[in-house]
């Protein structure tokens, strides 16, 4: 039971967040002038207020700066406008309680990024990708980025692991009895009763595993069980806790140094959006039909809008199939409005609309004045609007300079990655390199194939063909850039990593050790550390089984392990990195300090990585520089067999000799 002062903070927040949502709403009355200049609509006026006090506030902790100069830039709360934005929401707390929370200091481990701020200008300045990528900006669990990422209710990753019907009755609102047993197969529309103070329960687990960041699936009020069908922007799911569960779940995260990232999904939302709803008992009446894309014709007739079909999504788009798809845009004739991929319950959002584009920015300023340090963004560059993602990143920099922003983009896509917009992509070709070479002859293609955009790009890769995609994809991102990319090897769009690896346990730790000794943010799907296996969706949220018993332990050990090596290392997660040799099953790469001036934080001057997906033994013969004159020692990591002591030979080279399906992480000694 927490003390009196907390619970009142909560209750502070609780309300400015019940009675931001009331007002927000009033604020998007739509204005139905057709003569309007849209670029000229007039703010609110609470809005305009707001953003005045945004101004003063800014200007006050520039001059507070000239008096107390920056120490460390912390990455996650702790710093001046994180302090500002928390006695915002707790404004019902008493000055003595503003003053003990703006005092209190996060104590943040080196991979969340404690970096010496060089100048007062650095300090001020919003961080770019590359600011990220200095602070080893995240190694999670749930995406490491974290093992939190998607869970049995579909929508959360570790949220859904406690089940909260044993710790309460009630949270936030009583939950329905007509849920899922925890431990039953997934199904697509089943709920399994998990919750957000699940992960406030079992944070402990993801500390010790070495987690510093959890990312989830989409939170907001939903029908659906993975929540991306958004009903209501600006509320937490009843189901999960509601705004209260997410208030607790946010100060565990920050009390223990870590962070929280939450999934934005505004290219589309769901049928049963307030506005969508208003337009479907309305009609053309409705002062909200600009919010969607809608057919005309089959408003001036009206017609009703096709959201409930009564034929299946295939015989819906049928009608006028050759026509519509001719014309891009099925789901216009068919449905009446365009929806995402052409699914009913899906309208796209129009965001050349100033008054959509407003709702969804003050969404985002609100969920990150609530304490979220960061956003997955779903299907970004299906938003077409010029400049949306620019005013996007300016509006939540604001709010908190230090946010992460992240794209859900498949492709190699450097040209999106010039600070206007994103911080880091998620990295799904570097998926495909990993895993095509960690399961090798193991690749399970009937698994990989039921996803079409794996299908076509993974695909089983010796030691060469590894090294050849391994040094394309380090050339496409200047070294600042790749630092902040998301490396995953699986998640809620794919079947599990053990799943695609035919079972193979080998090519989980392959696959692991590939991922956390490379530049980026390892990102681990929750469940992959303990053995979870799982099909495309829904097989790919089962619930995670807290008991013990089906856990493999030895892979729980060995991630864990590795875990701390990354983060004991800063070349891991900040250095350069080179490809020493490939051959046969074989590949070793290098990572170092370019500037040995950078190895300014301890750790390995050096880190070499040699790996072998092969079924038998496999040497690798290395000749650089970079290798002789050093005894290489192998690091003990459960599971793989240590090497012995490694001395170059007269002529300076290197002989790694690896056993099967096995890999290693040297260092000089």
Request: aromatic share 6%; charged share 25%; proline share 6%.
């Amino acid at each position: 039971m927490r003390g009196g002062p907390s619970v009142l903070a909560e209750v502070g927040a609780r309300r400015t967040s019940q009675q931001e949502t009331h007002k927000n709403r009033a604020d998007h009355r739509p204005n139905r002038d057709k003569e309007r200049v849209p670029a000229a609509r007039r703010l609110p006026r609470e809005t305009e207020e707001r953003r005045r006090q945004a101004g003063q506030d800014r200007d006050r902790q520039e001059r507070d700066e000239h008096r107390h100069p920056p120490g460390d830039a912390l990455a996650l709360q702790g710093n001046r406008d994180a302090e500002d934005h928390q006695r915002k929401l707790s404004h019902h707390e008493d000055a003595e309680q503003r003053e003990r929370r703006a005092r209190r200091k996060v104590d943040e481990v080196d991979d969340l990024g404690q970096q010496q701020a060089g100048d007062r200008e650095q300090n001020q300045r919003p961080p770019e990708p590359e600011e990220h990528a200095k602070r080893g900006a995240l190694i999670t669990h749930g995406r490491i980025l974290a093992t939190c990422h998607r869970g049995p209710d579909g929508g959360l990753g570790l949220a859904t692991l406690g089940n909260r019907r044993q710790r309460s009755p009630c949270v936030g609102n009583c939950k329905p009895g007509h849920l899922e047993a925890w431990d039953d197969p997934p199904t697509r529309h089943g709920f399994k009763g998990g919750d957000l103070l699940g992960i406030s329960e079992h944070l402990d687990y993801l500390v010790d595993l070495g987690i510093n960041t959890i990312s989830l699936n989409p939170i907001f009020a939903s029908a659906a069980n993975h929540r991306y069908h958004t009903y209501d922007y600006r509320r937490v799911d009843p189901l999960l806790g509601g705004d209260e569960a997410l208030r607790e779940l946010v100060d565990a995260v920050h009390e223990r140094g870590m962070r929280l990232i939450l999934d934005g999904v505004f290219n589309h939302a769901s049928r049963g959006l307030w506005p969508f709803h208003h337009v479907m008992e309305n009609g053309a009446a409705s002062p909200y039909v600009d919010w969607f894309i809608l057919n005309p014709d089959w408003l001036s007739s009206g017609r009703q809008l096709r959201a409930y079909a009564e034929e299946s999504g295939a015989e819906t788009l049928e009608a006028d199939w050759a026509l519509a798809h001719a014309a891009g845009r099925e789901s216009l004739a068919t449905l009446g409005y365009r929806a995402w991929w052409d699914l009913p319950a899906l309208p796209k959002l129009n965001t050349d609309n100033p008054e959509v584009r407003e709702y969804l920015f003050e969404t985002a300023e609100h969920w990150t004045r609530f304490g979220a340090d960061g956003w997955r963004l779903d299907v970004p560059t299906e938003i077409e609007t010029a400049g949306f993602w620019q005013e996007f990143r300016r509006r939540v920099r604001a709010v908190n300079r230090d946010a992460y922003i992240l794209a859900e983009v498949w492709d190699e896509r450097p040209d999106l990655l010039d600070g206007s917009t994103y911080d880091g992509l998620m990295n799904y070709p570097l998926l495909c390199a990993i895993v095509g070479f960690a399961a090798g002859t193991h690749l399970d293609s009937p698994s990989v194939g039921q996803h079409s955009w794996l299908g076509r790009n993974l695909v089983t890769l010796d030691g060469p063909g590894f090294a050849e995609v391994l040094d394309r994809l380090m050339a496409t991102y200047r070294p600042a850039v790749r630092g902040a990319m998301l490396n995953l090897l699986d998640g809620h769009d794919t079947p599990r990593l053990r799943t695609m690896g035919g079972g193979d346990r080998a090519t989980v730790r392959l696959a692991l050790l590939a991922q956390m000794t490379l530049p980026g943010a390892p990102c681990l799907y929750y469940g992959d550390e303990i053995g979870l296996q799982g099909g495309m969706d829904p097989a790919s949220r089962g619930a995670f089984p807290w008991s013990s018993d089906a856990w493999d332990r030895e892979m729980l050990a060995f991630t864990r392990a590795l875990i701390a090596v990354r983060r004991a290392e800063p070349v891991l997660r900040r250095g350069g990195i080179r490809v020493l040799g490939a051959e046969g099953t074989a590949v070793a790469y290098l990572r170092s300090w370019a500037d040995r001036s950078e190895n300014d934080r301890g750790g390995s001057p050096s880190v070499l990585v040699a790996l072998n997906n092969g079924e038998g033994d496999s040497s690798l013969a290395i000749h650089a520089a970079e290798v002789a004159g050093a005894t290489w020692s192998s690091e003990a990591l459960p599971g793989l067999r240590p090497l012995r002591d490694l001395m170059p030979s007269r002529d300076g080279g290197l002989i790694i000799s690896l056993p099967p399906r096995s890999g290693a992480l040297l260092r000089p000694r």
